[in-house]
């Protein structure tokens, strides 16, 4: 549905995009993850027709962005980070500007209004002005006129800001609802966020991928070795000294020493599960396991370890 190829982006000295290229299916979830200045809005702006690249291509379904523009945004939905609102119109003013401007008439405006005042929870403020309404409303109002045309595509740049977390839920929601019939790429920078809505992650750092696939996928890439904790009521040392003599150990970490009790984290050179090793040595020296699990990235290790990795190489 989406096919972006090469996308390059300078602001005079500064690179926003850097050879940037992903796909995105019809009915996924994309989100696209970095730190601030990484160039997701910078993507997202190419992608919605607003800005053009200085290098590459990019197809939203059959229309190519920078030849049909037009056409791209007829079947395209846009949330920007700063929704585009004027404070003095109501909220009714407003959406039947967007609809008016969307050539949207008769029963079929009629439908696309009932259902984003329903689905944006824009009821009780229909008649109040924008400038009037706290950030939250104003962030489902910049929705409503994303959605208000029914477009097939759908990009948001940070949809749940300002909003709390009941709000967050039910836009959360409503993104997964509207995903069985569109596509759809949101931008954020909470990562428990994108965890839980997207199918597929762009981690982009300074302009450059540094991360693609889902969490699993991307965790995968980043430990081709097998990470477990391990705890037994053991002295550090002694439990130190006995792992150093499995050949497949490459590296121990002591997290915890309490109460007799050792934790320690255990990584070895092949993804081969090594939990028959660990017990067979806690049985063998008459060590009293407390835990044996594999030890996985969390999103948060996934992040800090793929930017501080780019900032390194860079």
């Not at 990484?38 to 059959?62: C, E, N, Q, W, Y």
């Not at 994303?146 to 839920?169: F, K, N, R, W, Y």
């Not at 009790?261 to 081969?272: N, P, Y």
Request: hydrophobic share 40%; proline share 4%; charged share 25%.
């Amino acid at each position: 549905m989406i096919e972006v190829q090469g996308l390059c982006m300078h602001y005079g000295p500064t690179v926003a995009l850097d050879n940037v290229s992903f796909t995105v299916k019809k009915g996924e979830i994309f989100g696209l993850l970095g730190p601030n200045g990484a160039g997701k809005t910078t993507t997202m702006r190419i992608l919605a027709t607003h800005i053009m690249p200085v290098k590459g291509s990019a197809k939203i379904g059959d229309f190519n962005v920078l030849e049909d523009p037009k056409k791209v945004r007829s079947i395209l939905g846009y949330l920007p980070e700063n929704a585009p609102l004027y404070p003095e119109m109501e909220v009714a003013e407003y959406l039947n500007f967007v609809l008016q401007a969307r050539n949207l008439t008769g029963n079929t405006k009629k439908k696309r209004l009932d259902w984003v005042l329903i689905h944006c929870g824009l009821k009780n403020v229909y008649h109040r002005p924008i400038g009037d309404l706290s950030k939250g409303y104003r962030q489902r109002v910049g929705l409503a006129q994303a959605l208000i045309h029914d477009p097939q595509v759908l990009i948001l740049d940070e949809p749940t800001s300002g909003l709390d977390p009941v709000q967050i839920m039910s836009i959360r929601e409503l993104i997964k609802e509207l995903a069985k019939e569109k596509t759809i790429i949101l931008s954020t920078h909470i990562l428990q966020e994108a965890a839980a809505i997207s199918d597929k992650l762009l981690i982009i750092d300074r302009g450059r991928i540094v991360g693609k696939g889902s969490v699993d996928e991307i965790a995968q890439s980043l430990q081709p070795c097998t990470t477990t904790r391990f705890a037994v009521r053991t002295p550090a040392s002694e439990v130190k000294n006995s792992l150093s003599k499995i050949p497949k150990i490459v590296k121990t970490e002591i997290l915890n020493e309490k109460e007799g009790i050792t934790d320690i984290l255990v990584e070895t050179s092949t993804k081969d599960s090594i939990w028959e090793d660990l017990s067979s040595l806690a049985r063998m020296n008459g060590w009293d396991i407390k835990e044996i699990r594999e030890h996985s990235f969390s999103l948060e290790d996934i992040f800090l370890s793929l930017v501080d990795k780019e900032r390194v190489e860079k």
